[in-house]
């Protein structure tokens, strides 16, 4: 598995980012974004189903945050609108163990790939 995070940056407290990652490897695995912070807990932020492109967010970016995908491109985004400082964090993409016809699991994943930074200043 190959995937390739890109697009994080510096933006100010209220604006948008959007990330990708390419699978490279062409797996057709399901893929979340997940992120961590400098002592904190890993989250998931997002995931979306391969089979009939269900997504599923954490609480804490619903509303805010959308993730799609482009099979074509073996490319998944992450829209992230309406950035908060607390958003901070290194963002990754990986492939899920568990997904379906109707969800997607982003209690674990099988691999990850190199991370994107995105830093929200208040």
Not at 3 to 11: E, H, P
């Amino acid at each position: 598995v190959q995937l390739q995070a890109s697009g994080g940056g510096l933006v100010q407290d209220g604006g948008s980012l959007r990330l990708s990652c390419v699978d490279s490897a062409s797996t057709g695995y399901s893929i979340g974004w997940f992120r961590q912070a400098p002592g904190k807990e890993r989250e998931g932020v997002a995931c979306i189903s391969n089979v009939d492109g269900t997504a599923d967010y954490a609480d804490s970016v619903k509303g805010r945050f959308t993730i799609s995908r482009d099979q074509a491109k073996n490319t998944v985004y992450l829209q992230m609108n309406s950035l908060k400082p607390e958003d901070t964090a290194n963002y990754y993409c990986a492939t899920l163990m568990r997904w379906g016809s109707g969800y997607c699991d982003m209690s674990e994943y099988d691999a990850r790939g190199q991370g994107t930074q995105v830093t929200v200043s208040s």
